[in-house]
């Protein structure tokens, strides 16, 4: 299986920035996609930022321009840079992996929260 390890979340003044880790161990096969989703408190979790092995980005509209999503495919590594943080961005943050092939997978990171705050 695929495991991911999450690091990097903590407590940040508004307009400062934080930098999000994952790393991927495992069963990695080399054409996926890994991410971030988050969820604040009574809210469903929402997409954030993705990217796949061949360099497709994908960003949320409210993060789109503040935050930027990076990976290594050789190490297995995804990060995500958040600058300008706001309050809104307050949520546990969770590392996201998924592959297709051979077999459907997906795999979720343990979650690391962000809180936002003056």
């Known amino acids: 299986q695929v495991q991911l390890v999450e690091s990097g979340g903590g407590l940040m003044q508004p307009g400062g920035s934080l930098r999000l880790s994952c790393a991927a161990s495992?069963?990695?096969?080399?054409?996926?996609?890994m991410g971030w989703y988050r969820q604040a408190p009574g809210k469903e979790r929402e997409l954030v930022a993705t990217?796949?092995?061949?360099?497709?980005?994908n960003y949320a509209d409210s993060v789109k321009g503040r935050f930027t999503i990076s990976r290594d495919n050789a190490k297995n590594m995804v990060w995500l840079q958040m600058n300008s943080l706001k309050p809104e961005d307050t949520a546990v943050y969770y590392c996201?992996?998924?592959?297709?092939?051979?077999?459907?997978?997906?795999?979720w990171g343990q979650g690391t929260l962000v809180n936002v705050s003056s």
């Open positions: 996201n992996y998924w592959h297709n092939s051979p077999t459907y997978l997906e795999v």
């Open positions: 990217k796949s092995s061949g360099g497709y980005t």
């Open positions: 495992g069963s990695i096969f080399s054409v996926n996609t």
